[in-house]
């Protein structure tokens, strides 16, 4: 019997992901080039590998159209705005047995400010809407590198953390819903041969469990190495 894989394991293994790819762009670049520099498929692919490895219960696909993203399972239709089902998901993954979608993950190279990635956390949002019945989206999680060229590198970081942590507060406000939730979650910082420092970090939605408590996400680190 193959053990469900909580949500949290699929986080950590989404910055496991993260981790390869700054390992093998340093491999490539021998340790020259910063790690803002790396290209943003390098990431996507190294957490889509890493994520399938990890939940063999699932199937993992890569640039999946947003219009298929909730689900038309049960017989229902899926019922996206126009502008929305234009778009791709970075990755999304599904239940093996069913094909249903569980989860949606964005993918985005270096952010120094989180305004940088709200338009993915609208959308992952947007997915999770549930007003549509058959919609097996359990929740998203915007996948994104911060890093800082300073010898103050992990102060800068910690910093930057605080300051994300604020502006999603005001998201929660302004661009919550009923029964979602919005964290962010920070990886371990790393310092690199380079130079700089970096951390991978995660803006998760997730729906409100109406039975059973939901996971904790207020612990803003967790460690993947």
């Not at 190294?46 to 994520?51: F, R």
């Not at 992952?124 to 999680?141: C, H, K, P, R, W």
């Amino acid at each position: 019997m193959i053990k469900r894989i909580p949500k949290q394991e699929l986080i950590r293994a989404a910055f496991h992901g993260m981790a390869m790819a700054e390992k093998k762009f340093s491999k490539m670049t021998s340790n020259t080039l910063h790690f803002c520099q790396a290209p943003e498929y390098l990431l996507t692919v190294n957490v889509a590998e890493t994520l399938n490895k990890s939940a063999p219960n699932h199937l993992t696909w890569l640039e999946f159209q947003l219009s298929q993203a909730r689900s038309a399972a049960r017989g229902h239709q899926p019922a996206l705005e126009q502008h929305m089902s234009r778009g791709r998901c970075d990755i999304l993954m599904c239940w093996a047995s069913s094909k249903e979608p569980r989860a949606a993950f964005e993918i985005k190279r270096d952010v120094q400010t989180l305004s940088t990635v709200k338009t993915d956390v609208e959308r992952i949002l947007y997915l999770l809407n549930g007003g549509v019945d058959g919609n097996t989206l359990q929740f998203g999680a915007v996948m994104f590198s911060t890093m800082a060229e300073s010898i103050h590198g992990r102060q800068v970081i910690k910093n930057r953390v605080e300051q994300f942590q604020k502006k999603l507060d005001g998201w929660r406000t302004t661009m919550g819903a009923h029964n979602r939730r919005l964290n962010i979650v920070c990886g371990d910082i790393k310092k690199r041969r380079a130079g700089d420092y970096w951390a991978p970090m995660a803006v998760i939605a997730e729906r409100e469990r109406k039975n059973g408590p939901n996971h904790d996400w207020s612990a803003s680190t967790m460690s993947f190495g």
